[in-house]
């Protein structure tokens, strides 16, 4: 009798094995609300039960997609998780099937295994029970968030509310995930969408976010500023909750420094992020852009194309976002003492080019300035046209006339009416720049006055 009783949990979960994956709806239900409950006390007793117990759960993970069938898996999870035989069988075979699923995953098999992590972390002590094992699961979380943040709006909105649930519930166990985040026991790399996602929640709490900003702070600087490889687009993305906020302390004191020291030492690697950062912040860059502009304007020049590009843009961006009126003329400077030679002769075409973008991009500065610096711009273009041999050189002059006549019609000095009527004599390719620069001019009308 004895024997046969002991034997029944077993003989039970064996013939559950064979039902679990059963396609009707009707049989899934009775196996996990009728059949396994009863059975969990004993199972739980014998070890190589609770194993057969935990393997029939996790047999279902490919196999149930129909919210009923879910929910009674996910409910009788739930109860066997207060039998700690269970809890810990469970938890280890969940961490594996986590990190096995790592590469690819569907994202319900995906969304199961996160929600099952929730219920683990949220109906047991397991967290606190276990440092190294919460660290595993963590960082698994992680990665597999990322595949429903990569989904739809629904994959998205689901996997957020299941963490914000979590962290909600208890600040004991968001200051954990903290933790792994603060000793990058959790890759930016491989988890933006996390990193953004714990970041978003922070911010929405006042307290939480002054206690916690020094660690995305330090966060943004190692794994995207000091970066060894260059960070993708998501990863700098992923701090854009830090940045819409950043004050100009902050800014000055923590983030600045390491742009510069990085643009120095690696600029290929952190040109782009430092661009996305420069257009994320809400700050009047006017005393920061004479610190950007020796670092930069060495890129603007290089011989790589897509540096040149990115610096540019951060050229433009420091235009943009300077308000201070002693700005647009040391940046002017700046520019035309290099291509006056100050830093050596720029011998090849795609480096006066580069300075003469860079000029070309100082026209983002409020036309109220650009009014007050045009006509000296203006002269200066001139005599950079003139001076120069190179036909592609003389285009990038043209052009960058026009965009400073297109904001401000003091750019169009006499010299520049006698220059462009000698202009239109010119060879072919040069003939069509100077009258594409006279479209520019009639366009804003009130240059045809001059």
Known sequence: EMVAQDA?????????????S??????????????????LAKATESPSDTTLLVDLIFQTLPLYDDRASRKAVDDMVIQALSESTFMKTFAATLVQSMEKNLKVTSPLACFKLLRWSCYLLKWTQF????KG???????????????LMNGSFRQRRTCKQLFIRLFSESVGMYKM??????DLRI??????????????FTVTSSSLFSEYKPVFLDLYVKTILSSKDRPSEAASEAF???FVDIGHEDFKNVILPSCIKMLKRNPEIVLKSIGHLLLTVRLDLSNYAMEFMPVILPQARHSDEERRNNAL???GTLSDKSSDPDTLPSMFNAIKAILGGSEGKLSLPYQRIGMLNALEQLSRFPPKQISRLAPSVSSFLLTCYKGDGIEEVKLATLSTLGSWASVSSEAVQPDVVSFITAGLKEKDTLRKGHLKLIRVICRKSDSLTK
Request: charged share 20%.
């Open 8 to 20: 029944a949990p077993e003989e039970a979960l064996r013939a559950a094995a064979a039902e679990v």
């Open 22 to 39: 059963t396609p009707s709806a009707t049989r899934r239900l009775r196996l996990f609300r009728d059949t396994l409950p009863p059975l």
């Open 127 to 130: 967290a606190t029970l276990s």
């Open 133 to 147: 094992g919460f660290s595993r699961l963590a960082n698994a979380q992680a990665v597999l968030s990322q595949v």
């Open 177 to 182: 995930y903290i933790e792994e985040v603060k």
């Open 187 to 200: 890759a930016t790399k491989d988890s933006p969408a996390f990193i953004n996602l714990i970041l978003d």
């Open 240 to 242: 854009k909750p830090l």
């Open 313 to 315: 843009n951060i050229v």
